[in-house]
Every structure is written in C-alpha cells, then in structure tokens.
C-alpha cells in the first residue's frame, strides 16, 4: 500500500492553463507538506498544513493555492502557469506523537510539471 | 537562510569503499536528518540525529554531528551500486513549527 500517493505523476500543459495537483496519505499523520524541486535538485518547501490549518506558507506566488479538506488531503491548485513553475512537486506527510520536535517526512514519488 | 550546504556536490566511488558526505548549516537546530532520494522518486528518510547526540548508527550509515562547527557528516560503509542515489541533509530549527529546510544534496554514485 502506498503511503503517500500524488497524482498525476506527470503532468504537461501550456502556459497561461490553470491545474491541480492531489496528494493523499494514509499513514494517518496529522501534517501535511508541498515541497517544490527545481532542475539542480534543490528542495524547498511552499506549503504546510496542521490538522486542515495552514501553518507554513512560503513566499509562494498567491497563483498557488493549496486546499486540505481533510487531514488525509492536500492539494495543490496552480493558476495561469508560467514557464518558470516546471519543475518536480513532492507531497510530504510527518507526524510528531512525542511532541519532541523530530519529525520525520514521508514524501510521495512526486509530480513532474512541464510548462510549455 | 538555514539552508544547509552539502559537500561534495558529487561523488564517485567504486563498490566496497566508503562514501563520506558533508552538510553545514547556519542556524541552531533541534535536530538533523538525511534522506536519500534515487532518481525520479521521492525522499526517503534515513537517519535523524538530535542535537544533544554526536554520533548515530544505522546499518551501514554512520552519522555524527558537530554543533559547535554546525556541521554533519554522513558515512557509508562497504557501499554497493545501490546506494547511487542523492542524499540529502534536512536540519529543523528548535524555535516555530518545526519545518525542515533541506541541504543542496550530493550525488552519489556507487560503480560496480
């Protein structure tokens, strides 16, 4: 069973169309991630979700808008896509049941977007 | 920013030697975590280290961690072609959510 699952797994469309992309766990962790890898591999984080509450949201352009209607959910919504937003997304999930602090991430096998 | 940086960016070694990787960071921390990542797929955890440990051991993995330097180093021993791969050093902060703020990575590659 696939413990985080995104989809689609590619995904390549024209600039200017807006699309979204899903991410589910069934690992039943509390916290929710959407990470962003570019061409040189660098991994930064966009977004990240709390029981459904939005905690972490970097400076991410507002034409990315993700939505948790669950805690097993989230998606991420991109509009008016630029040539500049190909690259890979991941989706992550963590719990922290001992409130220590040490989270680990589980991430999903990621989605390539490819703007034309 | 936090973000950590790995040395060396690449590495090529053959099967059987040991392949040692490098990540600096900037800020204080409540723990460090490497991950490694094959190609087209997703992190995978490996080994999380706390700040108050200098040293972890996981298999064939060997992790140490210098605070005062604000550095960490990651060891594999008797490496074999599937450990090609890119690792990838993760550092938390100990103030706010506890976010993870991931290094450069090095590419590993492991030749038979």
């Known amino acids: 069973d696939t413990a985080v699952s995104q989809t689609p797994k590619y995904l390549v469309t024209q600039m200017g169309n807006d699309k979204s992309i899903k991410c589910e766990q069934n690992?039943?962790?509390?916290?929710m991630y959407w990470y962003k890898q570019d061409s040189k591999k660098f991994l930064k984080i966009m977004f990240s979700?709390?029981?459904?509450?939005?905690?972490i949201n970097e400076t991410v352009p507002n034409r990315f808008s993700p939505k948790s209607p669950d805690k097993a959910h989230l998606n991420l919504h991109i509009n008016s896509l630029e040539l500049g937003d190909s690259a890979v997304y991941f989706c992550?999930?963590?719990?922290?049941?001992?409130?220590?602090?040490?989270?680990?991430?589980?991430f999903g096998s990621g989605t390539q977007l490819s703007v034309l | 920013s936090q973000q950590g940086e790995e040395d060396p960016q690449a590495l090529s070694i053959q099967e059987g030697e040991n392949a040692t990787m490098n990540c600096s960071y900037k800020?204080?921390?409540?723990?460090l975590q490497w991950y490694r990542q094959n190609s087209g797929r997703g992190l995978v955890h490996l080994i999380l280290?706390?700040?108050?440990?200098r040293e972890k051991h996981s298999g064939r993995l060997r992790v140490t961690l210098d605070t005062s330097k604000k550095s960490s180093s990651l060891l594999i021993t008797a490496s074999r072609a599937a450990d090609t791969a890119s690792y990838f050093c993760?550092?938390?902060?100990?103030?706010?959510?506890?976010?993870?703020?991931f290094g450069t990575g090095t590419r590993l590659l492991v030749s038979p």
């Open positions: 979700y709390n029981n459904k509450e939005l905690i």
């Open positions: 992550a999930s963590s719990q922290d049941p001992l409130g220590t602090g040490s989270r680990k991430l589980f």
């Open positions: 993760a550092t938390v902060m100990n103030t706010g959510f506890q976010k993870l703020v």
């Open positions: 280290i706390r700040s108050n440990e």
């Open positions: 690992l039943g962790h509390d916290t």
């Open positions: 800020t204080s921390i409540n723990n």
